[in-house]
């Protein structure tokens, strides 16, 4: 009896120890990583977006407080993105007159 069991486990571990188990891995993905120098991306969306439609005034032309207004009013009339506008108003308040 002994030998009998003794046979059937190791028949049976042999089994389990045979069979194959498949690795399951995510797929990897990749970012890439866009560093951005907003004074510079909103000098040149200011030139880019305003520039279409009239001369340009120097940024120190106004206060950072009289940018504001005026920045959203142009942004409603140009259509121009939240993104963009931010990026714009950043710029223009950095470089506005004290």
């Known amino acids: 009896m002994k030998k009998s069991f003794l046979v059937v ?3 049976m571990f042999s089994l389990l120890s045979c069979t ?3 690795q399951v891995t ?7 990583v866009v560093s ?8 040149k969306m ?7 439609c009239h001369d340009l005034y120097a940024p120190n032309a106004y206060t950072s407080q009289q940018w504001e207004p005026i ?3 142009m942004q409603k009339k140009g259509g ?8 714009i108003l950043d710029y ?3 470089n506005a007159k004290p």
């Open 80 to 87: 121009i993105s939240n993104d963009d506008t931010y990026l």
């Open 9 to 11: 486990f190791t028949f």
């Open 92 to 94: 223009l308040k950095k």
């Open 20 to 22: 194959s188990q498949k």
């Open 36 to 43: 951005m120098n907003t004074e510079e991306s909103g000098e």
């Open 26 to 32: 995510a797929p990897v993905q990749t970012v890439e």
């Open 71 to 73: 920045v959203f009013d």
């Open 46 to 52: 200011f030139q880019k977006r305003c520039a279409e």
